[in-house]
């Protein structure tokens, strides 16, 4: 697939990298001993096996402090050895997460640690691809993984724009750009599954590209004072504490000081069992995401449009309605108030909005 061509030339670290991945020829062979225990219906059980992995996701999905993030340190050093992709991202999140949190090291030793996150996901990434198309790509069907482990790539100057406390418009300008050139290639893979009448596969891309579009709106507000990011690899698994689960983090900083993190949890629609069961802020897709109905592809479609400087009538006003219906979302969101102490002793806030539900009672429980 092309790179969109957008108004303004920049490379992008994240879709670049990602399409590098595609087209490179990975003629190393697969590590079977560490792959041949995964290769069963039963393997998602077989990743917690990794002690280190165990102990990530048993982590409450809130921001660390510094002792949280020394203790992900740790833990990204057991998990960079293991061969397995989604052992992988979650080393990566490990140090990224650390790099953003533990205040008690040297800005040029935050950014290292974001910098060493940025070659796991790239491993992580390359590593997916090349078991997808291998004999044993049976077992890891999961197309849309490779781009979940480039996505973070597309995020990593902010992060290191957090960590040295100057978050600049041209880096909130090329995240952007960044995000949108992955919503166009999702946009692709969704059509194609849908030729091939894969509703698995097409599903999956589905429900990324309302997670990309949630993230391509908060960052055409462009404010610096709220930072969007993909959450974290614990955060976005149910294995334990599951009402903690999100997709996305916006970090409320002020120069480099991160004041509070609002979990947001994308759903295509929302039931009412997952309205009673998250306590991030549910943004329906379909209903608060749409620029020209409710098909994400319109809006990734809209976002392109606009970055290549050739809008349709509709693209402005629909991106601007949408940014202003996320904005007044997550406003009503954060008067509510903290009930859990965990919430409290933690930058990550869930709150509870009694304002929120009577504004938009599709999200209440």
Known sequence: ?????????????????????????????????AVEP??????????????????YLKMHKVTTGISGAKELQVLGRELEGSYMPTHTDAAAWAYAEAGLTDTSLSAVDRVDLV?????????????????QSSEYGVFFDEPSAAYRYALPLAFTPLMKSVVIGNVTT????????DTVAFSSAVSDEIRRYDEADNVNAKNMFIGLLHEINALSTLLYMEDPRYIPMPSTARADT????????????????????????????????ASSRDRRRYRSLIIRGKMH??????????TAASFERLLDGAPEPHDAAGIERIATEVRELLRLYQQGVTPEALAMRSLTRFHKSSSLERAHPEIAP
Not at 38 to 55: C, D, I, P, Q, V
């Open 170 to 177: 041209p880096v909130l300008q090329r995240t952007l750009a």
């Open 38 to 55: 995964f290769l069963s219906s039963e393997s998602h059980r077989t990743y917690l096996e990794n002690n280190a992995f165990h102990r």
């Open 238 to 269: 149910g294995y334990y504490h599951p009402s903690q689960t999100h997709d996305i983090m916006v970090l409320n900083q002020h120069w480099g000081t991160i004041r509070k993190v609002i979990p947001i949890e994308i759903k295509a629609k």
């Open 1 to 33: 697939m092309e790179r969109p061509g957008f108004a303004y030339d920049t490379t992008l670290p994240g879709y670049d990298v990602l399409q590098d991945s595609f087209h490179e020829r990975l003629d190393i062979p697969v590590d079977v001993d």
């Open 115 to 131: 910098t060493k996150a940025e070659a796991l996901w790239e491993r992580a990434l390359k590593t997916d691809i090349h078991l």
């Open 289 to 298: 995401l749409g620029t020209n109905g409710a098909d994400p592809t319109e």
